[in-house]
């Protein structure tokens, strides 16, 4: 029953094939499922499903042609450095860059406008401060909220901040959002996965420049 479920799935975006899809009895029709450092493009009668905790996700769509996503990301932090950022801003802005430009950009590949585009922006918990010196979820919306103003993109909606992790599900076709904050038995695990991240794009390149077009 799973693997025909799986066959009747619309095909996804090139690109996107390692996200995990299926079909959601609670949305009544396809969901796909982004962790940290991924994000999710479609053109499809689809939901977009994350669970954030100090990581932000901006969705994104076209709302005249209906082609949107969801990212999901942090700034890269060095657990040595202060509170003041210092040469690691750089740095760090770079990587914000770049995962919020991948995702437009293919939006903007797959028919999207550039002056058509709502943003809605999500997380920044404070959920795993206690990890580093940094207010990491802070940091992350003092930063998703910069790119917005300074590339003149139309903030439609937030739901930043406070202490809770959220579970965050759009629809692109749509531009609605449902948010359902989480109880702290969930805070622990999120917090873990999010260190995890923290760990791995410490390592990671920020990436090069993307062409938006």
Not at 28 to 40: Q, S, V
Request: hydrophobic share 35%; net charge neutral; glycine share 10%.
């Amino acid at each position: 029953m799973q693997e025909a479920l799986q066959r009747e799935l619309p095909r996804c975006l090139p690109g996107f094939e390692h996200i995990k899809r299926y079909w959601d009895n609670a949305t009544g029709c396809i969901a796909a499922k982004i962790l940290p450092g991924e994000f999710y493009v479609t053109v499809n009668e689809e939901v977009i499903v994350t669970v954030l905790g100090s990581c932000v996700s901006a969705c994104i769509r076209d709302k005249v042609f209906g082609v949107g996503g969801m990212n999901h990301f942090m700034l890269p932090v060095n657990r040595n450095e202060t509170s003041q950022w210092g040469g690691q801003l750089e740095e760090s802005t770079r990587f914000g860059n770049f995962a919020m430009e991948k995702m437009i950009n293919e939006i903007l590949k797959n028919g999207g406008s550039r002056h058509n585009l709502e943003v809605k922006l999500f997380g920044g918990g404070k959920v795993i401060s206690g990890m580093t010196t940094i207010d990491v979820g802070n940091r992350n919306i003092d930063f998703v909220r910069d790119y917005v103003q300074t590339e003149g993109l139309e903030l439609a909606a937030e739901d930043l901040g406070d202490i809770y992790p959220r579970k965050v599900i759009y629809y692109p076709k749509t531009g609605k959002v449902r948010v359902k904050k989480l109880r702290s038995m969930h805070t622990r695990t999120i917090a873990e996965r999010e260190a995890s991240y923290l760990d791995r794009i410490k390592t990671e390149p920020a990436g090069g420049d993307v062409e938006l077009f």
